[in-house]
């Protein structure tokens, strides 16, 4: 049996030689693998003792030879492929163990394999009588089946074979990627006229979005998220909605953390149900709860600093959360937050990481698009109005337009002293967002301030919040009949903010 062995990655290389060896194998190996062999005193023979060539072209060549590729190709079932070896005198070869250059890590022309990927799709192409390895994790696996049963079974080298083809695909989608950002002299574009994605599963979910659908977590390949530092205290295993929700939930809190103030977002069903800014986290939570305590029942906390002791309390205290989320927990934090509901899911996490680009299902295919994010400066806002905000007035506008941003459309926020009081999320209609969430702040609306992710299409949605007694309000603008919205907030003694960014999220 032979085994031919060219890798990059030398981890386990030994250890896999040598088993390989003390079971009668006859090693051949590339340029740097073999030097790495004889140096471990382990017997291996060059490829170019086979080939009868050396490597040229400072090693672009070495491996692309008819003795090695037809070692691994032949169909041993095939008369004619055994003829064929016969004929030219090769050898078969029986197992290849290979992986590639680390092109994710310093892309460059130089670092992309030509003779690896070749060697790779040819032995699990012709996985019925060759074993390909690509992952130094799967050595010792390999080896254990090797000494019980002598040979790779059917299932095994196709489960190989198929773990060999998703390396060289993730391979060539990260040189194309690399492509598409610019390198080898190109231009970056962000949306190329093809996209390949290389997807790995990094997490099994109970279920789906809903108990009947199968769901799981993936990321791309050799591209960790924030979502792989996590570790969970306890609780039952996250769902499909404890993902989403969490993230949406995480992501709020970085962005409107942004000062010296701790900042608290509670999440129900993607949408903020409450937010806050205070000095201490304690409080930061209390005053988001207060937003809409009915429904964070069964949502997601997300803490914008350690969970101590008294700030799991006070959490323990409010409505049940399916999941606490926090950069860490302090001693007696996690008891606290989970003597009364075992199941409660802790996720200490690092900070969040945004995408570039959000993809979503349209049908059987998808629509792709730059992730959304809060782009225009304080600075770059327009105050159109006669009334100017206040400084108070200014950071209630600032909190209430970033909580609208993470809102379903069409959607309004009141926000007053740096706590979120009402929020309309996901109606049709822009005036019934605005009944919805002065309706939730109640008579808190009054010296209030108002966020609205798109424009006022008709003043009728202003007039509630004015009814209502909001004082100020921050919307993109750009509507036709802005002029008419303006006259109408100066009749009212609002002060307006334009953004000229809107921020719709369906």
């Known amino acids: 049996m032979r085994a031919l062995v060219s890798v990059y990655d030398k981890t386990g290389l030994t250890d896999l030689a040598r088993g390989l060896v003390d079971l009668g194998w006859e090693l051949i190996a590339s340029g740097k693998t073999a030097a790495a062999l004889a140096e471990a005193g382990i017997a291996v023979t060059e490829v170019a003792e086979i080939t009868g060539a050396p490597e040229m072209l400072g090693g672009r060549v070495k491996t692309l030879h008819p003795k090695v590729h037809g070692g691994i190709l032949a169909d041993r079932s095939n008369p004619s492929h055994v003829a064929d070896l016969a004929a030219q005198q090769v050898e078969p070869i029986d ?6 250059y680390p092109f994710s890590s310093d892309p460059s022309i130089e670092l992309i394999d030509v003779g690896g990927p070749t060697m790779v799709r040819a032995a699990a192409k012709n996985h019925a009588h060759v074993g390909v390895v690509v992952d130094p994790a799967d050595y010792e696996r390999v080896l254990d089946e090797l000494r019980t049963a002598g040979s790779l079974s059917s299932d095994t080298r196709r489960e190989l074979a198929r773990a060999a083809f998703a390396h060289s695909a993730a391979y060539d989608a990260a040189i194309v990627e690399w492509f598409d950002a610019g390198g080898a002299g190109g231009e970056p574009d962000l949306l190329p006229p093809t996209l390949h994605l290389a997807l790995e599963r990094a997490q099994e979910l109970r279920y789906g979005e809903n108990p009947h659908q199968r769901g799981a977590r993936y990321r791309d390949r050799g591209h960790p998220t924030w979502w792989d530092g996590v570790v969970q205290h306890g609780g039952s295993a996250l769902s499909y909605l404890n993902l989403f929700d969490a993230d949406a939930a995480w992501r709020l809190v970085a962005e409107i953390g942004t000062g010296t103030e701790r900042a608290v977002a509670i999440i129900k069903h993607a949408n903020p149900c409450g937010a806050a800014l205070a000095p201490t986290l304690a409080e930061a939570y209390r005053r988001a709860l207060e937003c809409d305590p009915l429904s964070a029942f069964g949502g997601v906390v997300a803490l914008g600093g350690p969970c101590t002791l008294e700030v799991a309390q006070a959490v323990a205290e409010g409505p049940q959360a399916d999941v606490v989320v926090a950069p860490s927990f302090g001693a007696g934090a996690r008891e606290a937050l989970t003597a009364r509901r075992k199941a409660t899911r802790l996720l200490e996490a690092p900070p969040h990481t945004a995408a570039t680009l959000e993809l979503r299902s349209l049908g059987a295919g998808f629509l792709v698009q730059d992730a959304d994010q809060l782009a225009t400066a304080r600075s770059d806002w327009q105050v159109p109005t006669k009334a100017a905000p206040t400084d108070d007035q200014w950071r209630d506008i600032e909190l209430a337009w970033r909580v609208c941003a993470r809102t379903s459309s069409n959607s ?45 299409p008709f003043r009728d949605g202003l007039d509630v919040l004015a009814a209502a007694g909001v004082v100020a309000v921050v919307q993109p603008g750009g509507s036709v009949k802005d002029g008419e919205i303006v006259a109408a907030a100066d009749e009212h003694g609002m002060a307006m903010v334009l953004t000229g960014e809107r921020h719709f999220r369906h």
């Open 95 to 100: 197992l290849v163990v290979c992986n590639l």
């Open 412 to 456: 309004i926020v009141v926000a007053s002293r740096g706590q979120a009081l009402g929020v309309g999320a996901g109606q049709q209609s822009r005036v019934e967002a605005a009944q919805i969430a002065v309706g939730k702040a109640g008579d808190r609306s009054r010296g209030a301030a108002a966020a609205s992710d798109a424009f006022f």
